[in-house]
């Protein structure tokens, strides 16, 4: 059993969008050298919001491309019923590009880890940022985010999820805390 405690509403997460956006704008240095790179799943439409977003401030269209991160996980072993990999899908040289990897939530930074390996085989780029929703803080490896919509400090026992529309029908933010 948990109890669920809503963080953030859709009116909340698209402010919060927006000023992660501007952030990005204002620190980004030549927009036209950017890229936003989602990272599978909930990565990448919260990527897409993003450009839409830059591109309503800035007038610049920034490209966005999905990464799959699935083989480059350090618990691929621990998995059971096999592994299913989506692929990656950027459509644009990362090479020299500052690139912004944008996830829901950051936790332990293994994730981060692992989509760094992944970019890295694809090219080098000049700069790799990360924009997430929430940091709940718990790093096990010494990543941190660039662009942070909220900082939630956590439990380890309880679970941040990051709700959006293409997924789960409706964006928001909730925590679900286990009732003992």
Do not use: W
Not at 27 to 53: H, Q, T
Not at 133 to 156: C, F, Q, W
Request: hydrophobic share 40%.
């Amino acid at each position: 059993m948990e109890q669920i405690i809503e963080i953030m509403n859709s009116t909340a997460c698209r402010r919060t969008l927006t000023r992660i956006a501007h952030e990005i704008v204002e620190r980004g240095g030549d927009l036209d050298n950017l890229c936003l790179v989602g990272i599978l799943r909930r990565g990448v439409p919260l990527a897409k919001d993003l450009s839409e977003i830059i591109k309503t401030i800035s007038g610049v269209e920034v490209p966005v491309g999905i990464l799959d991160i699935t083989l480059y996980r350090d618990d691929l072993k621990e998995k059971d019923g096999g592994v299913h990999v989506n692929g990656s899908y950027i459509p644009f040289s990362i090479e020299n590009k500052n690139v912004v990897m944008v996830d829901d939530v950051i936790f332990t930074g293994r994730t981060a880890r692992a989509a760094m390996d992944a970019l890295t085989d694809l090219g080098r780029p000049a700069r790799i940022a990360l924009a997430v929703m929430v940091d709940r803080g718990h790093r096990e490896l010494p990543i941190r985010a660039d662009y942070i919509g909220k900082n939630l400090p956590t439990s380890r026992e309880e679970i941040v999820r990051v709700r959006v529309k293409d997924y789960d029908g409706e964006d928001g933010v909730v925590l679900l805390k286990p009732i003992r």
